[in-house]
């Protein structure tokens, strides 16, 4: 019992420093352009918001360190953060674009570097890969959201078609199953941080812009279609069971498998 204390004291450790250096980012954000209380309100409600329910997760996976794997995820996590702040702000001033794209390119480059370090230091764990979805989720949503006062409210859809699946997963079960591995699937999920960065960077004529934008809606409603529909196809086998719990039988101690493959998305 104590060492596990031990642990769990390290591990909010970890998760206190995550948002120590969130706020710290926040402050040269501020400094360097003048963020006003819209970029300091979301920018700080983003870090507590990490720190709280990253701190719960661990605290209920019982993991006996953090590690490096997650610390980059968690530096990736403090970008996005930064870009939140960055996208908040600029409803209320002219966008600092430079800045925005900075944070998001590295953000982006950093993108499945976590999974490789995992995987080179036998770190790998359900967390892990659930924390770096939800990143990615969230940086997509916010630069959608950035990407749509330009381009207009529907853009917006691109950053909430996976939090709509996951709500319609709760309604219909059969969506909780795992999906098979597929390229075509993370080739779409790298195209959208790319796209949306693309327009948000504003160094192409608008029409361009427009086209690039609705290239990645295209192929997301697309990968997400033919993912639903293969699931509805396979929702039961022949001896009447769910596809969920014949898949399952093949993954055992990976409770999360339909989430490591969305998050490939």
Known sequence: MALNNTYDARLQQETAVGAG??????????????????????GLV?????????SRALHRSRLSSFGPANRVTLGRATLVGGVTALVADSFES???VTLLVGLTAVALLLDGVDGKVARRTGTSSALGARFDMEVDAFLILVLSVYVST???PWVMLIGGMR???VAAARVAPWLN????????RKTVAALQGVCLLLAGAELLPHPANLAVVVL???SLVWSFGRDVAWLWRNSSTGDGRSVAEGVGEQVVGEPLVRELEL???
């Open 163 to 165: 939090y709509a699946f």
């Open 94 to 96: 002219a966008p600092q």
């Open 46 to 54: 983003f870090a507590f918001a990490t720190w709280a329910v990253l």
């Open 263 to 265: 998050a490939a998305r």
């Open 177 to 184: 199953a795992p999906l098979p591995p597929s390229f075509a």
């Open 21 to 42: 250096v969130q706020i710290l980012l926040l402050a040269l954000l501020g400094s360097a352009i003048g963020m006003g209380p819209a970029g300091w309100l979301t």
């Open 150 to 152: 330009r381009l207009g």
């Open 216 to 218: 990645s809606l295209g």
